[in-house]
Every structure is written in C-alpha cells, then in structure tokens.
C-alpha cells in the first residue's frame, strides 16, 4: 500500500490550499484517512481524520477552517485548508490504517505574506 500526497505550497494568510492523498496497492476501502502535520521543532500532530462511513475528527486549532473529504471509490482522502495562518505552516502528512499504519511522504505547506 502507497500513500501519494499532492498539492502544498506557499500561501499568503488567509488563503486557501487543498492537499489530496491517494491510496494505492491491493486494498477495497481504507478504513481510516487522516492528515498530519509537523511543524519545526513540534510533535507531529493530528489536524482531521476521516473513516469509511465520513464521520470526521478535527484539531480544535482547525474546527471550522479546515475540511477534511474523501472518495471511497478513489480510495483518495482530501483536505480544504481555508483562512489559513502562519501557524499552520507545517510538513503534511497523509495517513492512513488498514490493518497497518501507512504513511504518506510530507507536503510543505507555507503560509506566509
């Protein structure tokens, strides 16, 4: 199984990114989706998680700025980052549990004037 992220960048505060995660490898439905981030010199942290019925969780750091969305059928986990701040400046993780942890590589995200 292959986590592939996509979509970070550098934005200016109060903008908006979207980060997608496919999953690939020979498996049905991923049950659990979720995005991490990693900021300089912090824990990695959980920002959204997703299951297979799209009941979702959120930092409260993010409730209400952030969304996180996924595609069963494309096995592909989405996440719209709105209003962003400096704060959110972070490496972005893709992960995802199917019986084993997986991991996707890192997105930078920027958020920055």
């Known amino acids: 199984v292959q986590l592939q992220a996509s979509g970070g960048g550098l934005v200016q505060p109060g903008g908006s990114l979207r980060l997608s995660c496919a999953a690939s490898?020979?498996?049905?439905?991923?049950?659990?989706m979720a995005w991490y981030r990693q900021a300089p010199g912090k824990e990695r942290e959980l920002v959204a998680q997703i299951n297979s019925g799209y009941s979702t969780n959120y930092a409260d750091s993010v409730r209400g700025r952030f969304t996180i969305s996924r595609d069963n059928g494309k096995n592909t986990v989405y996440l719209q980052m709105n209003s962003l701040k400096p704060e959110d400046t972070a490496v972005y993780y893709c992960?995802?549990?199917?019986?084993?942890?997986?991991w996707g590589q890192g997105t930078q995200v920027t958020v920055s004037s």
């Open positions: 992960y995802g549990l199917y019986g084993h942890v997986y």
């Open positions: 490898g020979s498996i049905f439905i991923m049950p659990t």
